[in-house]
């Protein structure tokens, strides 16, 4: 209580005594004033302490505040004098190199593009948790020591659009993430395709000059399948399963996955079958094989589904193999659809077990197709390796829009197989040819005794799939060969050889392709032969092999490619630009977004490099 309220207080009190005790006017005046006066002397003296404790204590709120303030404006005057700082030394190190200066103040007062900031959610890295695989990149080959190079096919777009999350997210991919064909064969090119079933792919080849480098050219090698009619298809036996654990518990996760799935099942009919398996700490069937055409039964299922616990996938594996084989359906598509983060934490965590699980169930007719959701625990590794050894794809789904792309526009190629174990090989002309290099594919090398060996697994094709191999070769006549001249071997004998029979005079190399057809075990031959009176300027090929060749472009500039030291974001983003062509849904000019993205936070973890390593110097 404040001292004017026990004052107040008083004066009531003795008010209220004088009302009602009957003493005479003045001697109630005296009394008055003299209690009021002691009163006064009281409380003042009682009221003193507390109103000194209470001054102190605003003194020294008082001094805390302004030592605060001083403190914040020193602060901001030091990160005043550290930001001049950094200024004036990255503009001294500009000066000293003026091309570079230019090249920098062009880059970054471009304004950025409209797609750039729309529904970024800014994060400097991404989390330590996702697990990429780390293959060694394809090294330069001289061909007159290893004329022949050997590879599987491969279909799987997850690379592409798990880097094009993280870049819309404000970061740039680590290099592990990045897998160069991924990225070429995400997209749609015009390749002739085969008009029968019995040749089931078809293969093109081109030859160009590198636009890059004028001592370099690119061999492009094309493979197109064939796009079989729906009612040709027997019907499709689907088995889902899905990982409902906790670590799916987020809006891009197990939400996004069960609109995906339901548009996957909008396209089913009479003739298909669906199952859907749960697993997170145990799992278990939510649907039994049901007809494609009852979708009131499917959606219904997977409305029911929430995430929650540990995440169990070995078992769940097991249980769907199980339905698929119950509802076989001979001369159709049966495969399982795995749907996860990839974070498998218990039960079965021994990779190599699920390997082999599925690689005995392919043996028996049925696929395994993952699709990859979420981020921050997501493993991409295992996501591709388990895709690959059940002759599947593997996509990543991060948008609605790609759920569409994968489960709806291609669900044909991505179901359908009409070519399996396809494998390339081809043989470099060391007299024309003197080294090579195959971009991307690092993870699909094969010894080159393995292309005859039927046992060997490799690659599968879908109908009207499209599949697209880049090599950068070098001419023997190039003046800037990436190996010098060896002292001890010389291709004049071989060259005088070849000039004589004149019958591989011409050629630069002899592509080879072996495939088994969907019903045999046996692998067919299809070859073809690259001339040297192929080749043509990069201004004369077609719009499909130059956006292909900027796509490839990209990829080993975010992988950090010691081979694209003279590629720039502005040749990738120009060439995109005018090869688009019709793009009818947009993916091209997505990738050009992409691209300026990526070169804008290039720009700006140059910049933080300079400031670093400055800092560091200072110091």
Known sequence: MTKQHRLLNTQKNLASINQTRPYPVRFKRSVLVAATSAAIVFLSACAAPEDKSTQQIQEKEQAAKAEQTARAHEQKQKALRAEANRTRDIASIMRSAPQQEQAFMKMVSRPMPPEFDKDVQWQATPSNGEKYESPEINEVKISALEPVSTFSIDVDTGSYTNTRRMLNQGYLPPADAVRIEEFINYFDYQYEAPQTIDTPFSVNTAVSEAPWDSERHILRIALKGYQAELSESKGSNLVFLLDVSGSMNQTNKLPLLKRSLTMLTNQLNSKDKVSIVVYAGASGVVLEPTDGNNKLAIQQALDKLSAGGSTNGAAGIEQAYQLAEKAFIKGGVNRVILATDGDFNVGTVNHDALLNLIKQKKQKGIALTTLGFGQGNYNDHLMERLADAGNGNYAYIDTINEARKVLVDE??????????????????????????????YENRQLANEDFNNDKVDAGDIGAGHKVTALYEITLSDSKNKFNDERRYTSSESSLKKATESDNTADELAYVKLRYKPTDSDTSQLIDTIVKKRDIKTFAQQSNDFKFASAVASFAQRLKNSKYAANIDYQWITQTALQTKGKDEFGYRSEFIQLVRNAEQL??????????????????
Not at 602 to 619: F, I
């Open 411 to 440: 669900l044909q190629s991505t179901m359908q197989i009409i070519a399996k174990d396809v494998k390339i090989q081809v043989e470099f002309n060391p007299d024309n040819v003197a080294e090579y290099r195959l971009i991307g």
């Open 602 to 619: 290039s720009a700006r973890d140059v910049v933080s490099a300079d400031s670093e390593r400055l800092s560091q110097m200072r110091k």
